[in-house]
């Protein structure tokens, strides 16, 4: 849709909403040349990632499925516990390692 300078403004609203929802550009001519309003389409952050097909080895749904029951101890108020955690150098309560 081309439009002059003097119809712009009578309706810039209604044209920028128009805009906005149809996603089609208007062209305005103002002194023999031609001005567009396009509609930018704005990015999420997510799409500035880049692509690592090769990053993930095997089946990335088998990641979802790991069972790491196994690896994983509570925290309890045993002495015990205490004891071992206080060995390990990643250790958060202070202990040496």
């Known amino acids: 849709m081309t439009l002059t300078a003097s119809k712009l403004r009578e309706n810039i609203y209604r044209i920028l909403d128009e805009v906005l929802e149809t996603g089609v550009p208007v062209e305005i001519e103002r002194r023999g040349r031609m001005l ?3 509609p930018v ?3 999420g952050r997510l799409a500035n990632l ?7 080895i095997g089946d990335p749904e ?9 690896e994983w101890k509570p925290y309890l108020d045993d002495e015990d516990d205490e004891a071992e955690l ?8 202070g202990g040496s390692g």
């Open 86 to 93: 206080s060995k390990s150098p990643h250790s958060l309560r």
């Open 36 to 38: 567009k309003i396009v």
């Open 50 to 56: 880049k692509p690592n097909p090769g990053f993930v």
């Open 41 to 43: 389409e704005t990015r």
């Open 62 to 70: 088998d990641l979802v499925h790991l069972d790491w029951s196994s």
